[in-house]
């Protein structure tokens, strides 16, 4: 199957906004074995959008096009699709009944300029958008089937994976029971844990099982993307695969799925009701700021303390400043979380601190990274260093910290070096 993405508007042509929403729709896209074969983007005008969208009419089966289904003056998708089609353009009732109560539920009165999202192509068919106004919709033009979603980046993913993935699955004449498991790892890179699950795919004999990786350092997702005649064929399939994934890459799996290292920190700290409080240094609170928003994180998370300078983090934990000016070490690292668990009466405390080389980012700029966590019953430290410039620095820093803290949690080793890093 033939797929194009259309991507409109001017401020995506333009560079004002960083269009995010295409990487998302091909990657998702991906996923599920339905591959993009072209994207264009189209600025706010009518005779070059209805010349794209009858370009991609003659050579795709499918076509995405993105934004332009807003109230105002400049969204002119509704109106180029059905001169596209040939059609004329209708009041969907329905969508305005929609529209009117979703104002409603909100206590606002609907402007009447909103009136035109429910303006549609006669032969359109509906998409649903349950958290938003701009009505999607789908028609053929030419040989092509179109689908038009809303620019707004929550309603786009909502409506692509709900109403377009599932359509496009049952046009592709593909079985459409698919599944996708997805592996996150910390330490590993790309590279390297692909020659780890060489041969993976071959347990199933069928080829129905495709091997993927997405690289958001500095972590892994490791995607395994199973077709099967229904969800117990997916089951079985999937069965031995995951199983040897899961001992290839071993201890740097870091959570399955929807998971997240934070959120895989803070459940196993909430199991045992514990609690967290976090030092940290240039990291500008990233490590506090990962967990505390969470859901549930009001019962574990006690304190964050952010500074660049030790002699502010030994002056507020009442340390020695001379323990930690100068060169920091481990040691230090190891006071500074004895103390701020001991000030905050936290079950665990993790402290992260950094030293960041001078001068301009190059290629062998670097920080070294001593962390250390205080329990009840002791404490834990190790130092690092990684090189990649000061946010590769802060990024790797943000990660180690967590991921040290989740390895503590779940009794592994917390000195397990990452591919990036050095002694």
Known sequence: MLIEIICTGDEVLTGKIVNTNFSYMAQKLE??????????????DREELLAAFRLSGERADAVIVNGGLGPTVDDLSQEIAARAAGVDLVLNEGWLERMVDFFRRRNRVMSENNRKQAMLPSIAEVLDNPIGTACGFALD??????????????????????????????????????HLKRFHSYGLGESH???????????????????????????????LTIRGADMDDIARKLAPVEEEVRKRLGNFILGEDDQTLEGVVLAALAERDGTLAVVETFTAGQIAGRIAHLAGAEKVFRRG????????????????????????SREAAEAVAQAMRAETDASHALAVLIEVDDGPDRIDFGGSIHLAIATGEGVESRRSRIYGGRDWVRLGAVELGLDCLRRYLQGLSITERADFERV
Do not use: C, N, W
């Open 31 to 44: 996923d599920f074995g339905l591959s993009v074969t072209s994207g264009t983007i189209v600025g706010d």
């Open 305 to 328: 303390l952010v500074a660049r300078d030790p002699a502010e983090i030994a002056a507020t934990l009442g340390l020695d400043g001379g323990l930690i000016s100068g060169e920091l």
């Open 141 to 178: 033009i030419g040989k092509a089937r179109f689908f038009f979603t809303p620019g707004v980046p929550r309603e786009l993913r909502r409506m692509l994976e709900e109403q377009i993935i599932p359509r496009l699955l049952a046009r592709s004449g593909v079985s459409t029971a698919i």
């Open 193 to 223: 844990v692909d020659q780890l699950l060489t041969g993976v795919e071959e347990l199933v004999p069928d080829g129905s099982v495709k091997l993927g990786f997405r690289t958001h350092y500095p972590q892994i997702e490791t995607k």
